[in-house]
């Protein structure tokens, strides 16, 4: 069956670094754009990078430009979110979305907590 599933989440200080990771399995994970979005307590769920299919394009919300990089492994069918320089803004649970129309796969999610 379909599964994304997310690690490398948890608590970091200012400043600090994490890299969330997505395995994929069950679809054609190279053929479809894969996602990371976020989704803090009371707020709309974000989308916060994206990468093409190939990986020869990328996207990222403004408030992480420069910060977090996205990057996918087709061999290891896996996405990848490099997060530097996280701030307290950056806490939420982030999540893994594989999008080729109309299809569409989520995984379950992965906390991230920025901290002092």
């Known amino acids: 069956q379909v599964q994304l599933v997310e690690s490398g989440g948890g608590s970091v200080q200012p400043g600090g670094s994490l890299r969330l990771s997505c395995a994929a399995s069950?679809?054609?994970?190279?053929?479809?754009?894969m996602n990371w979005y976020r989704q803090a307590p009371g707020k709309e769920r974000e989308l916060v990078a994206f990468i093409s299919n190939t990986g020869s394009r990328t996207t990222y919300v403004e408030s992480v430009k420069g910060r977090f990089t996205i990057s996918r492994d087709n061999a290891r069918r896996t996405v990848f979110l490099q997060m530097n320089s996280l701030k307290p803004e950056d806490t939420a649970v982030y999540y893994c979305?594989?999008?080729?129309?109309?299809?569409?796969?989520w995984g379950q999610g992965t906390q991230v907590t920025v901290s002092s």
């Open positions: 069950g679809f054609s994970f190279s053929m479809y754009n």
């Open positions: 979305n594989a999008a080729w129309h109309p299809e569409e796969h």
